[in-house]
């Protein structure tokens, strides 16, 4: 089965720009989950979503947002971007919230704001 | 928020057996223990979880302490491929389930 696909694989955004990145989450999978990885902090969590709901938030500015669609596909917005935003975002599904559930990685988007 | 505690590297010869441990002294009657890889230039990739039994899949084993407090990663025999970066990490259930990543353990696999 089509594992989770995240688009595009490559971005070069200017500062001060606004970037949108895609998920596409394993057909059945209702838990969409949202990670930034640089190499100075490691992976961090951003949000992530359930059935077109925000169940949790990790601590980023309000400039880091996100929706999820009626098909569980999300989306990541990042407005008025910064220097330090350059990092590779992740995109991970599962098919509920719980502790006992595992998820599945996408590769990632490579952000880079120049 | 969930924390655990692995060494920053460990290095293994090829057809070995690998060991890699975790504490997580702070763990609470409901956490699960996930494991993740990650291979360089892609994202983590699931290994296995537990509770409280050990469990074994196609991939590796893990050894649950009997009090929980600390867990063991087992390759069975490593190769080349699974040289990569071990996350332990601690999973709370309930609406504020997240995957909390730690450093984790860079794993090196000798020829």
């Known amino acids: 089965k089509a594992g989770v696909t995240q688009t595009p694989r490559y971005l070069i955004k200017t500062r001060g720009q606004q970037v949108t990145l895609s998920c596409s989450p394993i057909?059945?999978?209702?838990?969409v989950s949202w990670y930034q990885q640089t190499p100075g902090q490691g992976l961090q969590f951003l949000f992530e979503y359930f059935s077109e709901t925000q169940r949790n938030k990790g601590n980023f500015p309000g400039r880091f947002s996100g929706r999820q669609f009626s098909n569980s596909r999300s989306e990541m917005n990042v407005s008025t971007l910064e220097l330090g935003d350059s990092a590779l975002y992740l995109c991970a599904s599962s098919l509920a919230t719980a502790g006992g559930i595992g998820y599945t990685f996408g590769s990632g988007t490579r952000l880079t704001v120049v | 928020d969930a924390k655990t505690t692995q060494p920053n590297s460990m290095e293994s010869n090829e057809e070995e057996p690998v060991h890699l441990p975790c504490n997580h002294s702070t763990i609470s009657g409901t956490d699960y223990i996930h494991w993740y890889r990650q291979l360089p230039s892609q994202g983590p990739e699931y290994v296995i979880h537990?509770?409280?039994s050990n469990v074994n899949n196609r991939m590796a084993s893990l050894a649950i302490a009997e009090d929980r407090k600390s867990s063991t990663l087992i390759l069975h025999r490593a190769t080349l491929r699974d040289a990569a970066v071990y996350y332990c990490?601690?999973?709370?259930?309930?609406?504020?389930?997240?995957?909390?990543f730690g450093k984790g353990t860079l794993l090196t696999v000798n020829p």
């Open positions: 537990g509770l409280t």
């Open positions: 057909s059945g999978h209702r838990s």
């Open positions: 990490i601690r999973a709370r259930g309930g609406s504020n389930y997240k995957l909390t």
